[in-house]
């Protein structure tokens, strides 16, 4: 059956029920209707004086809007620089002089033309595309499910060869067993016979020496005695013993075989509006980034900040950042201007800030242990906790919140993801059942927390001076404990962590002046040092532009704090 939005296009379909012919009109509100629907549409708002008219006679008798400034007044043009409806007496009081007019009909008709145009992209070309998206994405999970079956079956199958190597194996052992007692049971039993027939030599010495009687006999009679005294030699088996070989987890996996590392990438151009047909391959992994050999400042920001710590992009034009006040401010990353200024509903510091998918700036609030979320200017609280301090957070590729949390006697550290406000998982021991991450007091120590592309989690944990990172179910992957410059020569000290499209990990150290970057295997590659001072807070744009908070400027003659504002500034570190 076909779809009655993408058939028939040459006739047009009542707005209401988008299946009848249209057949009338309401100049009133400018929308097509059938017969059938008429009177639905005039119940729908009462408030309004409908005119609905045939078809053919539509616009035959316009209505024009009412004036929200002069009572009675009909408003028959609009102020496009206003972008309001306007009537005669706004034009005679010249408020929109030298602004440009347009008669009010011809908006609501090019409106009207733009929302079908758009109506028809989503019917024609949006819609079809998610359908394949979805498809696409269902494809990939059948793939997945049958790529993971086969590898069981080639496990299973090893394991079954191993069963039949250790099998023969057992039975070569318990041959050499036989032979080696066999051996060693010819022996004794030979020697056992000689023992043996000595035995029958005594014996008959004996009877010889009895049955002797008279004087020439017992002359005649030459004694062994000497060599019996000499006693046989002893045989003393030495046993063959079994010394098995190890068969814990670990021991085994190695030589039994491992399973090679896998990870889903994120690639947000991986589909096109252009084609739905494109091949499930085309487009699976971001284009290959090579780092600078010397990265390069593009742009500085004054930010006002005496002390600047934490930054999050919006999007390619717009940052916000948080220092040590209660105030968060917008930058326009392009033209370096404040834009806008929120404080904490609580008035206490932000600890850490985040953007959502849909924009919104979510901050946490050390004192008040909760992570919140700003809506239109207003603050919602998104988490409260109890009896746990919320560090660092960030909203994850798939929508959920990571957020790292410390227990309020500072015993104990956790990263706990959230969907809304529901837990969905906590992640705070190794496997042995030791703590990931460090505790003790808030005063000496940082923790920040972000999501890499392959769904690892990376955590700066200052209180450890190391970078922890974990995989997407939590099992702990490694842990960077840094790679000191020589001439800085001071102690890994991380601050605020991000990602980019290659999935390297990128950590400020404020003690050595630099980034560390990683990739995601930990293995360090750089470092990134062009005239940086103290650095603190990272975040990424969409095209892999690094953002890095100084956290206040430093005077180079007097190596003093606190000169002038703190700044914020764009490194380009990718080619």
Not at 59 to 66: I, V
Request: aromatic share 8%; with cysteine.
């Amino acid at each position: 059956m076909m779809d009655p939005r993408s058939s028939a296009q040459d006739v047009k379909r009542c707005d209401l029920c988008e299946t009848d012919v249209v057949q009338m009109h309401c100049d009133t509100c400018l929308v097509q209707l059938c017969t059938g629907c008429v009177g639905k549409h005039m119940l729908a708002d009462e408030s309004k004086d409908h005119k609905v008219v045939k078809f053919q006679a539509r616009k035959s008798t316009p209505l024009y809007p009412g004036c929200s400034s002069h009572d009675k007044e009909r408003c028959e043009m609009y102020c496009k620089q206003c972008d309001i409806p306007v009537c005669l007496s706004c034009l005679a009081s010249k408020q929109h002089l030298g602004h440009e007019l347009s008669k009010i009909l011809q908006v609501l008709g090019e409106k009207k033309d733009k929302i079908t145009e758009e109506r028809n992209e989503l019917n024609d070309t949006i819609y079809p595309t998610y359908q394949y998206i979805a498809s696409d994405v269902q494809n990939r999970m059948s793939q997945l499910e049958k790529e993971y079956g086969d590898l069981s079956t080639v496990i299973t199958k090893h394991g079954e060869d191993w069963h039949r190597e250790i099998d023969t194996l057992v039975k070569k052992l318990k041959v050499e067993i036989c032979e080696i007692k066999n051996t060693q049971l010819q022996t004794l039993q030979k020697h056992l016979d000689e023992i043996n027939k000595t035995i029958s030599d005594i014996k008959e010495e004996i009877n010889s020496i009895d049955v002797a009687k008279d004087t020439l006999r017992l002359l005649s009679i030459t004694s062994k005695i000497h060599i019996y005294r000499n006693l046989p030699y002893k045989i003393i088996p030495s046993f063959s013993k079994f010394i098995p070989g190890k068969i814990q987890g670990e021991e085994l996996i190695k030589p039994f075989g491992t399973l090679s590392s896998s990870s889903l990438t994120f690639d947000e151009h991986g589909y096109s509006m252009e084609t739905t047909q494109k091949s499930p391959e085309a487009g699976s992994s971001p284009p290959v980034k090579k780092l600078l050999d010397e990265p390069e400042t593009v742009i500085t920001i004054d930010t006002g900040y005496k002390y600047l710590y934490n930054v999050a992009c919006v999007s390619d034009e717009e940052i916000w950042t948080s220092g040590h006040t209660s105030t968060m401010k917008l930058f326009s990353i392009n033209q370096g201007s404040l834009l806008k200024s929120i404080r904490t509903k609580s008035g206490n510091i932000p600890w850490d800030i985040a953007v959502t998918k849909c924009e919104d700036l979510l901050y946490t609030d050390y004192i008040y242990r909760t992570v919140n979320i700003m809506k239109n200017e207003k603050t919602e609280e998104v988490i409260g906790l109890q009896n746990w301090k919320p560090w660092g957070v960030c909203c994850t590729f798939f929508g959920d919140l990571l957020v790292i949390m410390t227990s309020d006697d500072y015993k104990q550290t956790k990263v706990v993801r959230y969907s809304g406000s529901t837990e969905k998982q906590t992640i705070q021991f190794d496997v042995k059942g030791e703590p990931l991450y460090s505790s003790g007091s808030f005063l000496i120590k940082y923790m920040y927390i972000s999501e890499n592309r392959n769904l690892d989690i990376c955590v700066s944990d200052s209180g450890a001076n190391a970078v922890v990172v974990v995989n997407q179910v939590g099992k702990l992957k490694f842990r960077y404990t840094g790679h000191t410059p020589a001439q800085k020569n001071k102690p890994f000290n991380p601050r605020g962590i991000t990602t980019d499209s290659q999935s390297h990990i990128l950590t400020a150290d404020d003690k050595n002046d630099c980034v560390h970057i990683l990739d995601q295997n930990g293995h360090f590659l750089r470092y990134i040092d062009c005239g940086l001072s103290y650095p603190f807070g990272l975040c990424m744009d969409t095209n892999d532009n690094l953002f890095i908070s100084l956290e206040y400027r430093r005077n180079k003659l007097r190596q003093k704090r606190r000169e002038g504002f703190a700044q914020l500034i764009k490194v380009k570190y990718l080619q």
